[in-house]
């Protein structure tokens, strides 16, 4: 009987782990199967970049990992026209990198926080802040 419940007791916290660790999907390459949902992350920020600096924008993708209801997107940005990126001469920027970490939200993407071409390090301490974001989407 003490087997029994041993057994019971290590399988019950051995599929409870399994089940608590998040699948982290890779979308830095796109594919058939992550396509229409990268594209729409992608299109999110593409949308808020064109909202700010007037111009359109395509994305080379260093880093996109995706874990239940959070994404982390690294890269860079260049015109989707091929010409240079204006940026406004009285404020600073360090062209061209990209980042953004995305929240689900009742099912639906949002950006929860963004930056293009900041000369800070806005994103220290974004797993502190996403407490519930694997931290796998975070590494390389």
């Not at 830095?28 to 992608?42: H, I, Q």
């Not at 924008?57 to 260093?62: A, D, G």
Request: hydrophobic share 40%; with cysteine.
């Amino acid at each position: 009987m003490k087997y029994k419940f041993l057994i019971i007791f290590v399988s019950f916290f051995i599929a409870l782990n399994i089940y608590s660790q998040q699948i982290v999907l890779d979308y830095k390459t796109k594919s058939k199967v992550n396509e229409v949902e990268r594209t729409y992350l992608l299109d999110l920020l593409r949308a808020r970049m064109v909202s700010e600096f007037k111009q359109e924008f395509i994305f080379v993708v260093e880093h996109f990992k995706v874990a239940g209801d959070f994404a982390w997107f690294r890269g860079t940005a260049k015109r989707k026209d091929g010409k240079e990126i204006n940026l406004p001469e009285d404020l600073p920027y360090d062209c061209c990198h990209v980042e953004a970490m995305y929240k689900k939200v009742n099912g639906k993407w949002q950006i929860a926080e963004s930056a293009a071409f900041s000369t800070d390090v806005w994103w220290d301490g974004i797993q502190q802040r996403y407490p519930k974001a694997s931290k796998e989407i975070f590494q390389d």
